[in-house]
């Protein structure tokens, strides 16, 4: 069974960064997905940003593009995203979570997700 | 603003079946599978239903999947109060290169 612990939310000023981790337990297929999932306070949930194991492409919500970049380190299965520029619309629980998607992406789902963590933006 | 809609809230008393729709469009729903996810309070989201009609292992049958054209939908038989939680659709959208979450449904159990 995957696990997935993120870390690293916490009170940030706006304009500030901040740095998120997702310590994943395995990688064992290519068709994987790795993604930023994210839930404001009262509101649904929104898809950040992904990353693809088979081909190292990064995707990203437009509401986020140019101000937060994905990235993973091979070395201890580890996910990050990287948050510039923040600003209180940007306040939520992020949850990493890990699945599968094909070829052309007809199939995209997310089957295992953290537990999350909090970013709250605030002077 | 999503591009999934979803009717912001469904009930039902026990034992009752409630459907959900999940309206999109040709480069969402129209081009590619439908997922549906479980959101309860204070837990994180899981995985209900993936590829429109499939169902992971230790989900229960009375939850079920269908899609047509730029829609889709999710049934609940025998409504139990354990299946009190906001149900979110998904699907990737060609024209966002991104995965697009449904506005959400907050299902009540009477």
């Known amino acids: 069974e995957v696990q997935l612990l993120e870390s690293g939310g916490g009170l940030v000023q706006p304009g500030g960064s901040l740095r998120l981790s997702c310590a994943a337990s395995e990688f064992t297929s290519d068709n994987y997905v790795i993604t930023w999932v994210r839930q404001a306070p009262g509101k649904g949930l929104e898809w950040v940003s992904g990353?693809?194991?088979?081909?190292?492409?990064?995707y990203y919500a437009n509401s986020v593009k140019g101000r937060f970049t994905i990235s993973k380190d091979n070395s201890n299965n580890t996910l990050y995203l990287q948050m510039d520029s923040l600003g209180a619309g940007d306040t939520a629980v992020y949850y990493c979570?890990?699945?599968?998607?094909?070829?052309?992406?007809?199939?995209?789902?997310?089957?295992?997700w953290g537990q999350g963590t909090l970013v709250t933006v605030s002077s | 603003q999503s591009v999934l809609t979803q009717p912001p809230s469904a009930s039902g008393t026990p034992g009752q079946r409630v459907t959900i729709s999940c309206s999109g469009g040709?480069?969402?729903?129209?081009?590619?599978?439908v997922d549906w996810y479980q959101h309860l309070p204070g837990a994180a989201p899981t995985l209900l239903i993936f590829t429109s009609n499939q169902r992971p292992s230790g989900v229960p049958a009375r939850f079920s999947g269908s899609k047509s054209g730029t829609s889709a939908s999710l049934a609940i038989s025998g409504l139990q109060s354990e299946d009190e939680a906001d149900y979110y659709c998904?699907?990737?959208?060609?024209?966002?290169?991104?995965?697009?979450f449904g506005t959400g449904t907050k299902v009540t159990v009477l």
């Open positions: 040709n480069s969402n729903i129209g081009s590619n599978a």
């Open positions: 990353f693809s194991g088979d081909s190292g492409r990064t």
């Open positions: 998904a699907a990737w959208d060609d024209s966002l290169s991104g995965y697009v």
């Open positions: 979570a890990k699945g599968y998607h094909s070829s052309g992406y007809y199939q995209y789902y997310l089957d295992h």
